[in-house]
C-alpha cells in the first residue's frame, strides 16, 4: 500500500515537472514574456517621459505609469467592493452567456437543417442582428422591471447573435456530399445529425462562443456603466470604472481595465480548454 502510494506521488512530481519544463522550453512562453516586459518598460518611460525630460508624449504620456497602477492595485485589492465587482460582473456574463448558447445554438441547428424555420425565422433575425447591443440598453432599462434584468436581457443579446450566425454558418458549409453517403447507407436524419451535422459544427460553435464571450464582456460593462451597475449600491467592475472616472482616479480606471482583461482572457481560456476536450481531432493544428 505504502508503495504504491509513493509512485503516486513521484508519477504527480514527474507530472508537474514535466509541465514546467515543457513551459520553460516553450519558444511561445519566452515571446510573450519579453513582450510584455517590453511593453511595460515602454510605457513607464512614455508616461514618465514628462517628468524626465519636461516634454509630454502625445498619447502616453497621459497614461499613468504602470509603477503608480500596481500602487494603486495594491490599495483595491484589500478591498472588500473590488471583489464583489469581479464577481457581479462574471455572474452577469456568465448569466448572458449560458442563456445565449441553450437558446443560440438549437435556435442556429433549427435554422440549418430547416428550410421552412429558415425561411419564417431567418428574416426577422437578419433585421434585428444588425442593432448593436448597447442600442438596446435604453429600452432594456424601460421595459424590464429590474436594472438586474436588463443587463442580463442586453448581455444575452450580445452573445446570441454571434453565437447563432456562427452555428448556422458551420452547419451549412458541410459537405452534401456527406449527407448523401450516409443517406445511401440507411442513416436516418437523426443518426446524420447526430454523427454529422453537430460533430461537423463544433468548430463554428466555439468560435461563436470564444467571440460571443469578448462581445459579452463589452456589453456587460457598459451597461454597468448606464445603469449604475445593476443595484441600488452599484456593483461590477464596469461600475468600478465609472466611479474612479467620476472620482478622477486615472490609475483605478487602468486597474479596472485590466481586470477585464484579465476576467475575459480566463473566459476565453475556459471556452478553448472546452473546445480541445470536446474536439480532439483538432489537437494537430
Known amino acids: 500500500m505504502t508503495t504504491a502510494v509513493h509512485s503516486a506521488t513521484n508519477a504527480g512530481q514527474r507530472t508537474r515537472r514535466t509541465r514546467w519544463e ?8 519566452w515571446r510573450g514574456l519579453i513582450a510584455g516586459i517590453v511593453t511595460l518598460v515602454l510605457w513607464e518611460i512614455g508616461s514618465r517621459w ?12 497621459l497614461i ?9 492595485w495594491g490599495e483595491v485589492i484589500p478591498q472588500y467592493g473590488y471583489w464583489e465587482s469581479w464577481y457581479l460582473s ?5 448569466e448572458g452567456f449560458l442563456a445565449a448558447m441553450i437558446i443560440g445554438i438549437p435556435f442556429g441547428l433549427l435554422l440549418a437543417v430547416n ?11 437578419e433585421v434585428l442582428r444588425p442593432i448593436p447591443p448597447l442600442a438596446w440598453v435604453p429600452g432594456s432599462l424601460i421595459f424590464w422591471p429590474t436594472n438586474e434584468m436588463s443587463i442580463a436581457f442586453v448581455t444575452f443579446l450580445g452573445a446570441f447573435f454571434t453565437i447563432v450566425i456562427n452555428v448556422l454558418g458551420g452547419a451549412r458549409s458541410i459537405d452534401i456530399r456527406l449527407l448523401r453517403a ?3 447507407m440507411g442513416a436516418t436524419r437523426w443518426d446524420m445529425f447526430w454523427r454529422i451535422v453537430l460533430p461537423a459544427t463544433l468548430p463554428s460553435i466555439f468560435t461563436g462562443a470564444a467571440v460571443g464571450m469578448g462581445i459579452t464582456w463589452e456589453v456587460v460593462l457598459a451597461a454597468e456603466m ?7 449600491g452599484g456593483g461590477g467592475l464596469g461600475f468600478f470604472i465609472w466611479n474612479s472616472y467620476m472620482g478622477g482616479s486615472l490609475e483605478q480606471i487602468v486597474v479596472g481595465m485590466i481586470s477585464i482583461g484579465i476576467a475575459g482572457y480566463l473566459c476565453s481560456s475556459g471556452i478553448r480548454w472546452l473546445g480541445d476536450r470536446s474536439m480532439p481531432w483538432q489537437r494537430l493544428f
Open 22 to 29: 515543457k513551459i520553460r522550453q516553450s519558444t511561445k512562453f
Open 50 to 61: 514628462d517628468e524626465w525630460f519636461d516634454y509630454q508624449l502625445p498619447f502616453l504620456g
Open 64 to 72: 499613468p505609469p504602470p509603477s503608480a497602477v500596481v500602487v494603486a
Open 90 to 94: 462574471f455572474r452577469r456574463v456568465l
Open 115 to 125: 428550410r421552412y424555420m429558415r425561411e419564417i425565422f431567418f428574416p426577422p433575425f
Open 182 to 184: 450516409a443517406q445511401s
Open 226 to 232: 448606464i445603469s449604475g451597475g445593476g443595484t441600488q
